[in-house]
T-cell receptor, first 107, second 116 residues
Framework: GQNIDQPTEMTATEGAIVQINCTYQ??????LFWYQQHAGEAPTFLSY????GLEEKGRFSSFLSRSKGYSYLLLKELQMKDSASYLC????????FGPGTRLSVLP | DAMVIQNPRYQVTQFGKPVTLSCSQT?????MYWYQQKSSQAPKLLFH???????NEADTPDNFQSRRPNTSFCFLDIRSPGLGDAAMYLC???????????????FGPGTRLTVL
């Protein structure tokens, strides 16, 4: 299996920056994806990495290091609406999701 | 707008009574997926279609079946729902360009299944 691991919960303050980590144990995948999921709703795509390095998309950035088996999602200028679960997923033959990190943004 | 549509959004069934969930897409994607997601857990892949090729995950119970009559539609049939099958069922699509490529998945809004 791919043994994808994420912190269960994180808390941050409105306006701050938060980094959500994702570690995995596999070498064979095409890309690593990040999704946001609000309670009771479907996941929505945020960002993905195929090559090592940083991909920036507005307030969201994602980083991948294949050699270290590690990715992170960086959220800047946090807003209350960013309170959600954040899922990383590896795409090899299929998408395999990590357990997700529940982020709470406090005023 | 191009999208992934799931019907119904909420489905209530009785223990053991067959139920069918539907998914349609206007994205013309060649891959369609069905996931089961229980509360506070990650989505779990049940099966997927690459065009008409059906791919079942090894741990998907036989109670779950799927049909894809054409590119646009995919159905999830639960033959004899148990209480443990109550969950959100997510349909997703992606466009697979071949080995070594990656394209994002687009999710439908999900169908929340309640089993009484």
């Amino acid at each position: 299996g791919q043994n994808i691991d994420q912190p269960t919960e994180m808390t941050a303050t409105e306006g701050a920056i938060v980094q959500i980590n994702c570690t995995y144990q596999t070498s064979g995948f095409n890309g690593l994806f990040w999704y946001q999921q609000h309670a009771g709703e479907a996941p929505t795509f945020l960002s993905y990495n195929v090559l090592d390095g940083l991909e920036e998309k507005g307030r969201f950035s994602s980083f991948l290091s294949r050699s270290k088996g590690y990715s992170y999602l960086l959220l800047k200028e946090l807003q209350m609406k960013d309170s959600a679960s954040y899922l990383c997923a590896l795409y090899g033959q299929n998408f395999v999701f990590g357990p997700g990190t529940r982020l709470s943004v406090l005023p | 707008d191009a999208m992934v549509i799931q019907n119904p959004r909420y489905q209530v069934t009785q223990f053991g009574k067959p139920v069918t969930l539907s998914c349609s897409q206007t994205l013309n994607h060649n891959v369609m997926y069905w996931y089961q997601q229980k509360s506070s857990q990650a989505p779990k892949l049940l099966f997927h279609y690459y065009d008409k090729d059906f791919n079942n995950e090894a741990d998907t119970p036989d109670n779950f079946q799927s049909r894809r009559p054409n590119t646009s539609f995919c159905f999830l049939d639960i033959r004899s729902p148990g209480l443990g099958d109550a969950a959100m069922y997510l349909c997703a699509t992606s466009s697979f360009g071949g080995s070594g490529t990656a394209d994002t998945q687009y999710f439908g809004p999900g169908t929340r299944l309640t089993v009484l």
